[in-house]
C-alpha cells in the first residue's frame, strides 16, 4: 500500500486544515454534517435525544469534527467521540484543542479506516468521514469498512470531491505531476508549485477560475497547496457514480448537504431551469440523473456532502403534529408581521447561506410564523391558531396543507427542520463556546 504510505507521510509533514489550538478559547468551528438538529432531521426521524450516542469521526485530521460532535455531546448522558487518523501529527493537534477545551468525552485512536474492521471499536450510532474515501485507492473498501462499525439504525455523514467542478484543479495536479516527476522533497513540489501558480498565463483553465481556489492557498499556506495540487490520491465523482458506489456498498442517500449550498437546491433542476416543459421531461428521469443534471448545470459543487443510512425513510415528517418545526441557525425578524403587512405580495428572503428565494405566503402562513420558537409542535400551533382567530372549524389537515409549501421552500435550503417533542432543543454554537470563553477570561493564568 505505498499510496497510503504517502498519504500518511503528507499529513504527518503538512497536517489539514491547518489549525491553532490556542484559537478554541476564543471560537467553536461547526462542521456541516455533524450538527446534531441536522443529524437528528435527516436520519433519526427528529427522535433521537442523543443520550448513550457514540460517533466515529473516521480520518479526524486536524479534530474539527470530532471537537464539535464533543461539544455537543458533553452533557449529553453516557455518549462518546471516538477520533481515528492516520497521522500522529493531525492528532496531536486534535488532542491539543480539546484539552484547551476540557474536553474528555474523546477516545483517540491512531489508524487507518481500512483496518476498523480489526480495531474492536464497537458499534456506532454516527459516523463522520469528511475529505478521506476519495483519497483511498479503493473507495469501496473504504466505505465498506465503515459499514462493519456502524449500528444498524445508524447513519453516516460524509463529504467525497465533486469531479466537473474541480476541473480545474485535476488539470493542475496533472502539470505537477509532470513537473515534479521524481522529485522526493515534498518542500521542493510545493515551491514549484508556487512558481507554476506564478507562471500560469491567462488562457490557463486553472487561472480563469483561481479566484474559486485560491483562498484555500491563501489561509493555510503550503499545507494548502500541497493537499489541492499534490497529494497522491485524489479522486472525483459525478452524482451518477456517487449513487452507484453507495448503493453498491449497501446504502441508502438520505439527502444532500451543503457545503456549497446547504442543502439539496443545488441538485434540483428547477433551481436553474425555468421551463415547464423541459423541466416536466427532466421530472420523467430518476432522480439520481435529475440531480446529475443540476450538478453539471450549477458548476459549483466542488464538494458532495451527504448522509447514508441502511435504512429508508429516515427524515422527519411534517405529517407528524407531535413534531417541532424550528429555523436552522438563524431565526428571520420580523418574518411574520411583514406578510401580514404586505397581503396577496411574495416575500423575497436570503437565505443563511445567501440563497435569495421568493414564496407567496398562504391565508395562515403569518399566525403560524409567529407561533415558531423551536418549542411549539405543530400540534400545539394550530391550537393556538384556532383559539386566536376564533376559528375552531378549522381541521389539523386544513392548517397542514396550508402550511406545508411553505415547509418545504424553507426545508429545501435546510433552513427549517423538525424535532419531536420528546427530544430537548439543542443549544446554539454560540453557548456551547461561551462556557469555554468564559474559564479563560476568568482565569488570565491559563493563557500562559
Known amino acids: 500500500m505505498n499510496y497510503l504510505h504517502e498519504v500518511r507521510n503528507q499529513y504527518e509533514n503538512y497536517p489539514y486544515p491547518l489549525r491553532n489550538p490556542e484559537d478554541e478559547k476564543k471560537r467553536l468551528l461547526s462542521t456541516e454534517d455533524s450538527f446534531l438538529e441536522r443529524i437528528n432531521h435527516f436520519c433519526y426521524a427528529g427522535k433521537q435525544n442523543f443520550n448513550n450516542f457514540r460517533a466515529l469521526v473516521a480520518g479526524g485530521g ?3 469534527a470530532a471537537i464539535f460532535l464533543a461539544e455537543q455531546l458533553r452533557n449529553r448522558e453516557n455518549s ?4 481515528l487518523d492516520i497521522s500522529r501529527e493531525s492528532m496531536k493537534i486534535a488532542r491539543q484543542r480539546a484539552e484547551i477545551r476540557g474536553l474528555t468525552n474523546i477516545t483517540w485512536v491512531h489508524g487507518s479506516i481500512l483496518n ?3 480495531l474492536d471499536l464497537g458499534a456506532f450510532d454516527y459516523i463522520n468521514c469528511v475529505g478521506v474515501l476519495h483519497h483511498l485507492e479503493d473507495y469501496h473498501k473504504g466505505l465498506q469498512a465503515l459499514g462493519s462499525v456502524l449500528a444498524q439504525d445508524g447513519c453516516l455523514g460524509i463529504m467525497v470531491y465533486g469531479r466537473h467542478a474541480r476541473a480545474p484543479v485535476y488539470q493542475m495536479q496533472s502539470l505537477m505531476g509532470l513537473i515534479n516527476g521524481g522529485e522526493t522533497s515534498m518542500q521542493e513540489r510545493v515551491e514549484n508549485t508556487k512558481i507554476i501558480l506564478g507562471s500560469l498565463p491567462p488562457s490557463n483553465f486553472f487561472k480563469r477560475h483561481e479566484r474559486d481556489w485560491l483562498s484555500e492557498v491563501e489561509e493555510y499556506g503550503d499545507i494548502g497547496i500541497y493537499d489541492l495540487f499534490l497529494h497522491s490520491r485524489d479522486h472525483g465523482f459525478d452524482v451518477i457514480e456517487l449513487y452507484d458506489w453507495v448503493e453498491h456498498c449497501g446504502f441508502h442517500l438520505v439527502e444532500f448537504i ?3 449550498f446547504e442543502s439539496r437546491i443545488g441538485y434540483e433542476p428547477q433551481t436553474f431551469i425555468s421551463h415547464p416543459g423541459l423541466l416536466g421531461k427532466i421530472a420523467k428521469l430518476p432522480s439520481p440523473h435529475q440531480q446529475a443534471i443540476a450538478e453539471l448545470l450549477s458548476g459549483l459543487i466542488q464538494r458532495h456532502s451527504f448522509y447514508l443510512s441502511r435504512r429508508k425513510n429516515t427524515k422527519a415528517l411534517l405529517d407528524d403534529l407531535e413534531n ?6 438563524s431565526t428571520p425578524q420580523g418574518l411574520a408581521e411583514e406578510i401580514q403587512q404586505r397581503p396577496g405580495e411574495k416575500i423575497s428572503l436570503t437565505s443563511p447561506d445567501r440563497i435569495s428565494l421568493q414564496f407567496m405566503p398562504s391565508r395562515f402562513t403569518a399566525p403560524i410564523m409567529r ?4 418549542n411549539n409542535s405543530l400540534k400545539i400551533i394550530f391550537d393556538r391558531i384556532r383559539h386566536e382567530l376564533n376559528r375552531h ?3 389539523d389537515r386544513e392548517l397542514l396543507a396550508d402550511f406545508r409549501p411553505i415547509y418545504e421552500i424553507f426545508n429545501r435550503i435546510s433552513w427549517m427542520l423538525l424535532r419531536h417533542t420528546s427530544v430537548s432543543p439543542f443549544p446554539p454554537a454560540h453557548l456551547l463556546q461561551e462556557r469555554v470563553s468564559r474559564k479563560y477570561r476568568q482565569s488570565p493564568s491559563a493563557e500562559e
Open 80 to 83: 462518546h467521540v471516538v477520533y
Open 258 to 260: 451543503g457545503p456549497q
Open 393 to 395: 372549524e378549522l381541521s
Open 324 to 329: 417541532v418545526p424550528f429555523f436552522f441557525k
Open 62 to 64: 486536524t479534530g474539527s
Open 116 to 118: 476498523l474492521p480489526e
Open 371 to 374: 407561533h415558531i420558537d423551536g
